[in-house]
Nanobody
Framework: DVQLVESGGGLVQAGGSLRLSCGASGFTVDRYAIGWFRQVPGKEREGVSYISKIDSETYYSDSVAGRFTISSDNTKNTVYLQMNNLKPEDTAVYLC?????????????????WGQGIQVTVSS
């Protein structure tokens, strides 16, 4: 069965960095577009970034562009989200998701597989 597991979250001060990992099993990540979303209690799930399965094109939401970088290591079957210059408003549960579409955008409905999420907390 397809499994996605996030790791690397935690507590960091504003301006600091974290790198999240999305490890996949049951499929090879280069056959799926992989996206990152984040969820804050009481708010809609927000698309953060994705990487295309065809050409490795990446996309970022305006709120994280220039600070976050998504990358894929196919030999490790893992996708990363490097988060730099973190801000308190980045605090959320971050979820990794897989899509069978080449370029699903950041549309939740285009992603079929989801991890359980991992907490990222950014303090002032």
């Amino acid at each position: 069965d397809v499994q996605l597991v996030e790791s690397g979250g935690g507590l960091v001060q504003a301006g600091g960095s974290l790198r999240l990992s999305c490890g996949a099993s049951g499929f090879t990540v280069d056959r799926y577009a992989i996206g990152w979303f984040r969820q804050v209690p009481g708010k809609e799930r927000e698309g953060v970034s994705y990487i295309s399965k065809i050409d490795s094109e990446t996309y970022y939401s305006d709120s994280v562009a220039g600070r976050f970088t998504i990358s894929s290591d196919n030999t490790k079957n893992t996708v990363y989200l490097q988060m730099n210059n973190l801000k308190p408003e980045d605090t959320a549960v971050y979820l990794c998701a897989g899509s069978v579409f080449s370029k699903p955008g950041l549309l939740r409905g285009n992603f079929q597989y989801w991890g359980q999420g991992i907490q990222v907390t950014v303090s002032s």
